[in-house]
Every structure is written in C-alpha cells, then in structure tokens.
C-alpha cells in the first residue's frame, strides 16, 4: 500500500529520510520500500492499525524512540438530534455513526488534498468524496458519503434475497446481493454494500448540498465474505477485513467535518448520530519482564519495556505491586503476553536480541510418546534407508527424477487409474492425485530420449490410493528405456530390482506372472499380460513391487520410441527388511562342488521351473544354489541347433549348481550321483533333453 | 676368511649385466646351491672346534642371506624389465566407461540439511501430504476465514474435507499431539500452493520445518536461541563460518513473536546482500493449547524454509521449474 511520506513526516514529526524510515521499518514492522518520498509499505494483517498515515507515524515514533502526540480532532457539534437511523443488523454492523453536513459546494479539492490523495495511488473526485477518502488515508476509518435528498430513511439490515444494488463506479456494475450480506438501505433499497462500496443512486453529484457522511464499523467476516462473494475488493473493505477499531468512528467523523468545513463550506447540522450497542474497552494485561525476557532469550530491564509499551501509546499502571498495561482497541492483535514480547522485541530491535546456541540436553523422545496418539509419520531410520538404496541406483547408473504428484487427464485415461480429484486443479494437466510413479516417469523417459540413447531413472515419493480417502503411501519407482530398442530391458531393469532387494535383504522374492496383477492400475496398464509380473515374498501375500515391459499401446500413446521396461517398489516394506537384525550365518567349513547343467527346453518351460525341479530332485538336502548363467531363445522362425529330437522353437538354459554338505567334504562320487539324479528328475518332470 | 671373500666376490660378480632370467638362475645354483663353494665351506665347518664352527659359521651364513637377497631382487627387476618391454600400457587411452547416475540437487540437499540438524540432535521426520483442514490450518491458529484457507491458495480434494498441505509445519501438531516436550524435530517434505507458476513460483516445492520445545523453566528454547541454531545451520550449510543471521519482523499466524530470517553470506556468490531464506519465530500459545498442552507452560521456536531455494542460492540456479520434470541435462549436473 502507499503511502505519502511527506504526510507521515508531518504526523511523526520525523527527521529521517523516507529511505531510512522505511529500513527502520522493514526491520522492526514490516516490509516497506522508498521511492521518493512514496513508501510502499507491505502492511501484515496483524497490524490494521498501519492501515494509516497515523498508524505508521505512531508506529514509526515508537522506533525511533520518540514521543508521539495524536493530533486531536475537535469540532462541535450540534445538540439535536439529526436523521433518526435503524440499526437493525447488530451482528454485521459493530457500531454505525453518521452526521448530516448542510451548504455543501461540491466542487474540486485543493490542490494540497489531490496531491496526497495521488502519492497514495487515489483519483481525486469531488472535494466531499475527497475528504472522505482522506480521512480514510489518514486515520484508517473507511467513510461514505450519501446525498441526503436521495435518502429518505436509513436502516442497516441484511440483504434480501434478489436484491440487486448499482454499485457507484463508471460502469454501474450491477450486483446480486443475499442475506449474508449486510446492507446500508431507505425505506425501499439497498445505498450501499456495508464496508464495501456505494450505490450509484444515492451518491455526490454536482447537485448535491446536504450529505450524510458515514463512519461504522463492520464486522471483518462478513465484510471478507462478501467482498470474496462478490470479487470485489476495495480501499475500504481491506481495511474492515482486517478489522477496524470501533472506537474511531467519531473522531474520523470529526476531522472529516472539520475538513468539509474547510474545502466545501459545509457545517454540521445537529448531533452525531451514533449506534454502538456493544462498547469496546481497552483489554488490560499484566505487564511481566521476566516472561518477556525468558522468550526473547536477552536481558532488557524493565524499565526499557515499559518506556517501549508506553511509547507505543499503551498505558501502564501498577496494580497490587504489578504493571498492568492497557492495550488501545486498535491494536486488535495483541491479546496476550506474548504479543507484548513481540511488541518490545522488534522495537529494541532484533538485532539487539543475542545469538545464543541451546544448551540441547540428550534425550529419547520414545520414552514420552502419548501412546494413544495417531503415528503417520516416517522416522530417521526410514529416511536413512531410503537414503541407502537411492546411492545404491545412483551408483549402478539410474538417476533421480522429482515430479508433480499430479496426472492429467489423459494419463487417468491411458491408464485408466487416478486417486482424488482436485476440487480447483492449476489445470487439467495437474487435475488428480497420483496413485502411480509410473506414468509420469513414462514422459519423463519420453522427454529424454530426445538427447540420451538410453535412460535409466528413478523416483521416490508418495502416491495416493485411489479408494478412500487419499491414504497415501511411498513408493520407489524405475524405468529403463532404450532408443534402440535391441534388448529387452526388463532383464536388466530385473537385475536392478535384485540388486535393492538384496540390500534391503530380501532373499526370498518371487517374480509373480498370474493375473489379475493386484497392483496398482496405474502401473500394471504400462505393460500387457505376459510381460508382466508382481513382486512378492516366498510364502506370503504380501506383494511388494510390479515390473513389466512397456507395451506397445502405451508406448504409441506417448510416442515413447525403443523398448522400456518399468517397475515400482513399496518403499516401506524394502526398508522394513532392511531394518531387520541380520542373523551371522557360520561359514562354510569345507568345500563346495560346482557342476555345470545345461539343457533345451520348450520356451513356455520357466526357469523358476528348473530351479525347482532341481532342488525336488536334490533328496540329501546337498543343493546350496542354482545359478542361471546362459539363456539362449531363437528368434523368429530359427530353430535351435542341436542333434536328435528337439522340442521346436525350444530354449537353451545353462546354470550351475552348488553342491556342499556341512559336516564333511563332499566325494565326486555324490556329487555324481546328485547330478544324475537332477538330470534325470528334469528329463522326466519337464522333457529336457540334457546338453 | 679369503675364502670367503672370494666366494662372495665371485658371486656378486657374476650378477653384473645380467639380462636373462635364465642364466642368473644358473648363476645362483652355482653361487648358492647345494655343490657351490659356500655349501661346501659350511659342510667342512663340522671338523673345526667348537668355537670357530660358531664364528665362521656365523659369518659363513651372514654371507649367504646376504647373496640370496642380491640375487632374489635381480630377479625382481628382471621380471620387470621384461614385463615393462612386452605389456606396456598406454595410460593415457580412456578408461573403460562406468555409467553413474545422478541423485536430484533437492535430495542432496535435503541429505545435507539433515545431517546438519542431526548433528544437533534434532530427530528427523516426515509426514502425510494429505492433511486435514485441523492440521494444517485450525490447529495452527489459522482464523477460519484466512485468505490462505481458501480455493484459490490451497488444493482442496474434490468432496473431501481434505487438502494438499501448504507448509510442513502440519508435522508440529502431529508430533506435538503424540509427545511430551522437550522435543526437537526437523520435518523435510514437500509441499503444495495453488499458485501460478514462474521462474520462482512453484505449485509444488519442498520445505524444511523444524521445531524446537521445552517446559518453562527447562532451558525452553528462547528466540535467541533460535537465531543460533539458524546461525550454526546457514553457516554449515553454506560453508561460511562468518555467514550473518538477522530477524526482521513478520508475521505468521503460528508463531508470536514472528520473523524472516535473512542472511548474508561473507564470500562467494551469497556475499554483501542479505537474502531472505526462511520464516521462523515462537510458537504460538494457541498452537500449544490445540496440540493439547496446557496453555503458558511451554516454550520453543519453530522455523520453515523452502529447500527450493537453499538449492537454488548455492547452485545460482535460476529457474524453480528445472526441479520438476526430469530433464537429466539439469539433474546430472549434480
């Protein structure tokens, strides 16, 4: 807001330099910045009473150190009672104080007025509207001025539903009014939206010689809920949204009287008519240093605090050996001890309050957890895994994307998934909550393949399910893209996925490829039946990840070139393995014996299905591993070259197998016998034919 | 005694210009085996006196260590002369490429400020970011009609009683609602605004929070001491051990006395201008009495600080957009 410094120097009385009052200011009140003798001054909603040339000079006295005078508005007004007026709406309306002003010349202002009025970024009018703006600059009452020919009666009552008001600006906006909303009406029609704006029926014309000048008091709720109702924000219902004090009506009324005296040859006709069914009192507050000095951590005397409480216009008495301080009903934000801390802090300065390191005893929050309490939060030990498996990709060459936590809605389409919707979405980009890293990390791969021939990233964070009420998880997501599209990177993608779980020390994951995949859409619609699997844990339900390769209706939906392959973790069940104690395992005592077996297959043959049918075969419990070294599948219509009897288009599959006992060295001659038997279960269990 | 002499003469004579691995093998059979002068000289000790076997022995075995540790480091040079002659490397010609991936500038960061507060025995927690009207407002003595509480500032979720939160500080009363001061928390996480989006605005950023409380009378953390743990975190984590904090007056509905924290670093790019980098003060009564503590018995400091702009002041980043998106042109610079 604006402010002109030449009108602050003359209420302060200042010797400082609008540049140097408004450091002054920025440091101790708020943030204002000079430009010639113009101060923009960001006023915060806690401090209304700056809404005003005389707030900020007082404001700025107090900084200084120097007394400040308020300057007294007096004028004499009549004994009889002027226009009667029915305050009818006690809850929206505070207090509604009036005056009748007879021989108005309504005519230009003088040039001093339209000067300041400019410096503050306001038109200037007429010299009655003028004066009311004014006044406003001044001393932070909004006013409004009626012709009084055009009113017969005023009542202040709430809207009714329908009515309708032309507000008074050059276009005649028209506006819907409802009973939220507090009105200044005749006998017949609303005259004006309360705290807000006039009505162009009843406004100052040329014509005019007898106004109604008005000073109230509204309500901030109200004032804030219609002006957001309507959009329509003005000087006047800033100032009432933040709340104005009640007790500046009259002498707002007073200098505006005094003033349309002066530029308008006006008199006041008969006494102020005044409504303030509930008066406001100075609230009283015990004034105590020890309080104040143990928040701000320094050691300011008392009698510095009280000098600084005074100086800002509050009245210190004692009372039963104790300061009690009075606070003005302007000042609507201090309501309590600590408020009076703030008050002397930033008067003495911040820069005077010492920095002084903690004395940080040791301790462990766990011993004093309300038991009973809700824990949705993650801990240390969580963020230090994750942690831990971020470097771990980094290393093995993925790199770390952040993206929105919302889709479009065309991602919710393509993968026919997304959580809650966005009640006033930034666009229909960003419209619902994510349940999958996925989709995003689709475009992301899309994006970069335009300069990088193959892309590996990741992403942690959380999404949100789709059922109930955002209940949000965290995930750890992956992709690998290839431009060129040779390989099939789901394998390598797999190898990456191995390397995480065995660092969160997870031996036990079965790669799953039984529909329906129970994970989220989000993810699962990236990739077609078959090429897909879940990622759970041997003997249990729980399912703790999804990979699949990218397929080709996604792919063309996104214009993703090459082959992809995407997967996508639960981050907490990776770190509560990884938090698990680790058990010493004793090493082995004598040595092991390795025998290669190599075998064709038919391709729908899995290797999981070996694996078994090797450890089935292997009775003395003498098989420490099975370890897939080479899988070789033809391509197109190519058969495998092998002798004898194939099954057609079959596979190539050559592992090792570990063999070891515990308690004596193994002889060949079991080892042997082992191994005939493996070949032999796989030649009948799965139609092998050993190489 | 001459004899000896002579043997060991002999013997390291013969290991002059040597150029074959072959022949100073012959050569140390010859000086050192079992039919070689020495061997032999020893074997006729045994019929000398007690005394002269043990001087002459002594001598004669001294002599013997002595030629097999010239003749073993012959050796190890001449293999690896040779090695040197066939197998040497172009050290110079490129390693073979080991492809790394690059951790986001934001996760580093939020690395670096953990272990900051860690080092001060802050515990380290992170929170929903769907959060209730009460958490993220109410509770923090947001009136019911703050501006910020509205559409146009906050995603609401669409026929919920839900939102995206605006600012970390939801983890103040979540922790505050499930413990009992003193308490010490620093809350990474990210954050949501409804707001339009610039070289500076995001809709989405990340924020650091901490909080800081004790009883009354506990050594309760004091503004001052807030302004030293904002002085021992900026000074570390710019690397400035000069680096000045000053508080400005503000406000924010949460804490009384409110401030902004600025900095000004003493070199570098952060030098001789002060830069406004977060929003602290002393939490609010009304805050203490929603979590559940009794009204005037506790005291601490709370601060927020957008870690998009810690970011940003070290890395002269310009554009608050290159966070999100991907674009591994930007995040493999980190």
């Not at chain 1, 600006?169 to 029609?189: F, I, N, P, Q, W």
């Not at chain 2, 790394?100 to 690395?111: C, D, I, K, M, V």
Request: hydrophobic share 40%.
């Amino acid at each position: 807001m604006k402010f002109s410094f030449d009108w602050i120097r003359e209420l302060s009385e200042t010797s400082l330099t609008a540049s140097e009052a408004a450091a002054l200011l920025s440091a101790k009140s708020f943030e204002a910045v000079a430009t010639d003798d113009v101060l923009d001054i960001d006023v915060l909603p806690n401090r209304p009473d700056c809404l005003s040339h005389l707030g900020v000079a007082r404001d700025l006295c107090a900084l200084e150190g120097r007394e400040f005078s308020a300057p007294a508005y007096e004028y004499h007004a009549g004994k009889h009672p002027a226009a009667p007026i029915a305050l009818e709406d006690t809850e929206g309306c505070i207090r509604f104080t009036a005056a009748v002003m007879k021989g108005v010349r309504v005519g230009p202002s003088p040039d001093w007025m339209v000067q300041r009025l400019e410096a503050c970024g306001l038109r200037s009018i007429n010299n009655v509207v003028d004066v009311t703006n004014y006044v406003m600059l001044e001393l932070g009452q909004p006013m409004h001025s009626f012709d009084l020919k055009l009113v017969d009666r005023v009542v202040v009552r709430r809207a009714h539903e329908g009515e309708t008001i032309h507000a008074l600006d050059e276009e005649r906006t028209r506006y819907a009014l409802d009973a939220s909303m507090t009105v200044v009406a005749d006998g017949t029609k609303p005259l004006a939206i309360a705290g807000i704006k006039g009505g162009a029926d009843s406004g100052i014309s040329d014509a005019t010689t007898e106004v109604l000048l008005e000073a109230a008091c509204w309500q901030p709720e109200t004032v804030r809920a219609t002006s957001r109702k309507l959009e329509l924000r003005t000087d006047a219902s800033i100032r009432f949204s933040y709340g104005t004090d009640p007790n500046l009506t009259a002498p707002a009324l007073m200098r505006a009287a005094e003033l349309l005296e002066k530029v308008a040859g006006a008199r006041m006709d008969g006494a102020l008519i005044d409504e303030y069914p509930t008066r406001r009192t100075p609230q009283e507050m015990v004034l105590n240093g020890d309080a104040i000095r143990t928040l701000l951590g320094n050691d300011v005397p008392d009698v510095r605090i009280r000098e600084i409480v005074a100086s800002l216009g509050f009245q210190v008495h004692e009372r039963d050996g104790r300061a009690v301080v009075q606070v003005p009903t302007r000042r609507l934000d201090i309501t309590g001890p600590d408020d009076l801390a703030e008050e002397v802090g930033r008067v003495i300065g911040y820069d005077a309050i010492p920095s002084a390191p903690p004395l940080l005893p040791v301790y462990d929050e766990r011993s004093w957890v309300r038991e009973d309490a809700d824990r949705v939060w993650d801990e240390y030990g969580f963020v230090r895994e994750r942690s831990a498996l971020t470097h771990l990709l980094a290393g093995a060459g993925y790199s770390e994307v952040y993206n929105y936590s919302f889709i479009s809605d065309d991602l919710r389409e393509l993968f026919r998934a997304a959580g809650p919707e966005l009640a006033q979405p930034q666009s229909a980009e960003y419209r619902w909550l994510r349940t999958s890293l996925v989709p995003r990390l689709l475009i992301n791969a899309r994006d970069n393949l335009r300069f990088f021939d193959s892309v590996k990233l990741f992403e942690t964070g959380h999404v949100f399910d789709h059922v109930g009420e955002g209940k949000e998880s965290a995930r750890l997501g992956l992709i690998l893209a290839d431009r060129a599209g040779s390989a099939e990177p789901f394998y390598e993608l797999k190898g990456a996925i191995d390397l995480l779980l065995r660092r969160a020390g997870i031996t036990d994951a079965v790669f799953d490829d039984a529909e329906p995949m129970t994970w989220d859409k989000g993810a699962v619609h990236a990739s077609a039946k078959g090429r897909r699997a879940l990622i759970r844990l041997e003997g249990s339900e729980a399912i703790i990840g999804f990979i699949g390769a990218v397929s080709g209706r996604v792919a063309d939906a996104l214009k993703l070139k090459g082959s992809t392959a995407v997967a996508e973790l639960d981050l907490r069940a990776l770190v509560v393995h990884a938090q698990g104690e680790r058990e010493f395992q004793p090493l082995p005592k004598y040595p092991s014996v390795v025998r290669d077996i190599a075998v064709y297959v038919d391709q729908g043959v899995k290797v999981d299905d070996i694996i078994q049918t090797v450890h089935d075969a292997d009775l003395n419990g003498l098989v420490r591993d099975v370890d897939v070294f080479d899988i070789f599948l033809p391509t197109g219509g190519e058969k495998l070259k092998a002798e004898g009897d194939l099954p057609e288009y079959g596979k190539s599959v050559a592992f090792h197998v570990v063999l070891r006992a515990d308690d004596y060295t193994l002889t060949d001659r079991e080892a042997d016998a082992v191994q005939t038997a493996i070949s032999a279960a796989l030649q009948e269990k799965l139609d092998a034919r050993i190489r | 005694m001459d004899e000896l002499e002579r043997i060991k003469e002999l013997a390291l004579k013969d290991l002059e210009n040597l150029r074959d691995l072959a022949v100073l093998e012959a050569k140390r059979v010859q000086h050192l085996g079992r039919s070689s002068a020495l061997s032999r000289y020893l074997r006729t000790l045994k019929d000398r006196s007690e005394d002269e076997r043990r001087e002459f022995g002594q001598i004669a075995n001294k002599l013997r260590s002595e030629l097999e540790e010239r003749y073993a480091v012959a050796r190890d040079s001449l293999m690896d002369t040779a090695e040197e002659m066939t197998a040497r490397l172009d050290v110079t010609a490129p390693g073979r490429q080991v492809r790394r991936g690059h951790l986001h500038p934001l996760t580093r960061a939020q690395e670096d400020v953990n272990a900051i507060f860690a080092a001060m025995g802050f515990r380290i927690v992170e929170g929903p970011e769907v959060e209730s009207d009460f958490t993220n407002f109410v509770a923090l003595n947001f009136p019911p009609d703050h501006p910020a509480r509205s559409m146009q500032d906050t995603f609401w979720l669409k026929g919920m009683e839900q939102l995206m939160r605006t600012h970390t500080s939801t983890m103040q009363v979540r922790f505050m609602q499930a413990h009992q001061p003193p308490l010490r928390i620093v809350v990474p996480g990210r954050v949501y605004r409804n707001e339009a989006t610039d070289a500076t605005h995001e809709f989405q950023f990340h924020q650091v929070e901490g909080l800081m409380v004790a009883r009354k009378g506990e050594h309760a953390p004091s503004l001052a001491n807030l302004k030293g743990v904002m002085e021992y975190f900026f000074r570390r984590y710019f690397d400035d051990p000069s680096l000045h904090v000053r508080f400005n007056a503000s406000y924010f509905p949460f804490v009384e006395p409110g401030v902004e924290v600025y900095i000004k670093g003493t070199r570098g790019k952060l030098a001789g201008r002060w830069l406004e980098v977060a929003g602290a003060g002393m939490v609010h009564q009304n805050v203490f009495e929603n979590v559940g503590y009794a009204r005037g018995e506790m005291q601490g400091f709370a601060f927020g600080a957008a870690l998009e702009r810690l970011v940003m002041l070290k890395h002269s980043i310009d554009d608050i957009r290159l966070f999100q998106g991907g674009d591994l042109r930007f995040i493999s610079q980190f």
